[in-house]
């Protein structure tokens, strides 16, 4: 079959796709996805073979897009018989008034379409090139289900299409060329279809956020609201990029009312002042290691506690002398395990387990040492444990 039948067919196929898209049928988010996954690699596979590597571009035209276009843009020019004019001046063939694009240069293929998206990406600015990984960590949230955007269906499918790519939601890559040394792609955003689910995603994940961090008074001084709040600061920072995208597309300008992810943080660092946490080790005879995850709990900004507290920090170290053939010194090993434990539930909510070897001349110095070493650990390590199980702990999402 000759190239031009190839692409033609794939053109009719992504057309179809695109109709379809921009009126599903009423089903459930899982299926929506796995039609929109499904869709999309088979038009994929059809492009990929018609591209014969004999230095002719191969069309893929809206073949990654998560809906229909729904766009008035003139037809995309190409020269079929040498370099396209969009190598050297994508604004050639895609027109400024309709199309954001970019051009990537590779050795590959594969590398060519990577430096086109990321090429893509600094159009936006360096806001969005620097928050680009938020978006990735949106993404997989979205994919996992941590994430629930159904309400906005055509920002569903677009973020599960884009899922395989680092790349910004909705871009595409529209062509591919070979001059038998070179690879070069162009990756695209269409205006028309992709304000759209910009618009979609920010006013869904608005309404999200909303539901993440309404809570009663009565429910509020809990560990479950702080990561709610932790939860809802990585939406926020993806939609901040969302929104830094949209305005350079020609859309709303929709910045100014929205909250970055620090504002949540902020809040979680509030509610967290409200929380007491107790904290009980065994076999702690100097309270150091105690001392150690009370200094790091104040310093993440709860209160110390007491026996009535909800929340406490179990603990337990223990030092055991390790015998080692042929060396000249002595050596201790500690063990410590730990739990964040809630005792209205009975329930470990974040568990912490360390240990190490230390050596001295005098057992009774090597134990010492252990002990020191565990306290040292203790505080450089913690906090950081503590802050990402807060912002990993998913809570249900009402």
Not at 327 to 348: C, M, W
Request: hydrophobic letters at 35%.
């Amino acid at each position: 079959m000759g190239i031009q039948a190839i692409c033609a067919g794939v053109l009719a196929f992504a057309l179809v796709f695109s109709s379809c898209a921009s009126s599903p049928p009423a089903e459930s988010g899982s299926n929506r996805l796995e039609r929109a996954r499904s869709s999309n690699s088979a038009a994929q596979a059809d492009m990929d073979q018609a591209f014969d590597g004999s230095g002719n571009s191969a069309s893929r035209q809206s073949s990654r897009s998560g809906g229909g276009s729904g766009s008035s843009a003139p037809a995309i020019s190409r020269d079929r018989t040498g370099k396209p004019s969009w190598v050297d001046r994508p604004n050639s063939a895609y027109d400024p008034s309709y199309y954001v694009s970019a051009v990537g240069a590779g050795s590959s293929r594969r590398q060519a379409e990577a430096n086109a998206f990321g090429n893509l990406t600094g159009r936006f600015g360096q806001s969005v090139k620097n928050d680009v990984k938020s978006v990735e960590s949106y993404k997989q949230r979205v994919i996992s289900g941590a994430v629930d955007i159904s309400s906005s269906i055509e920002a569903e499918q677009a973020v599960q299409v884009s899922s395989s790519m680092e790349s910004l939601i909705g871009a595409e890559i529209n062509d591919v060329w070979n001059d038998e040394k070179d690879y070069y792609a162009v990756a695209i955003m269409e205006k028309a279809k992709v304000i759209p689910i910009y618009r979609g995603l920010i006013d869904a994940n608005l309404s999200l956020i909303s539901r993440m961090t309404d809570v009663p008074a009565a429910r509020r001084a809990t560990i479950e609201t702080i990561a709610a709040y932790h939860s809802a600061a990585g939406i926020a920072d993806a939609n901040s990029v969302f929104a830094t995208v949209l305005s350079v597309l020609g859309g709303p300008d929709m910045r100014p009312d929205l909250k970055t992810g620090a504002d949540y943080i902020y809040e979680a660092d509030e509610i967290a002042k409200l929380i007491p946490v107790n904290v009980v080790v065994e076999n702690d005879s100097e309270g150091r290691i105690r001392s150690a995850f009370a200094g790091v709990l104040s310093d993440t900004g709860f209160r110390t506690g007491n026996n009535s507290s909800r929340y406490v920090v179990r603990a337990r170290v223990s030092v055991t002398p390790v015998d080692l053939p042929n060396q000249p010194n002595k050596f201790s090993r500690f063990v410590l395990d730990a739990a964040f434990t809630d005792g209205n539930t009975n329930s470990i909510l974040f568990p912490f387990n360390i240990n190490g070897r230390e050596g001295h001349v005098s057992q009774s110095e090597a134990d010492q040492r252990a002990i020191r070493r565990a306290e040292s650990r203790v505080k450089e390590e913690y906090g950081n444990a503590l802050q990402g199980y807060l912002s990993g702990s998913l809570p249900q999402q009402n």
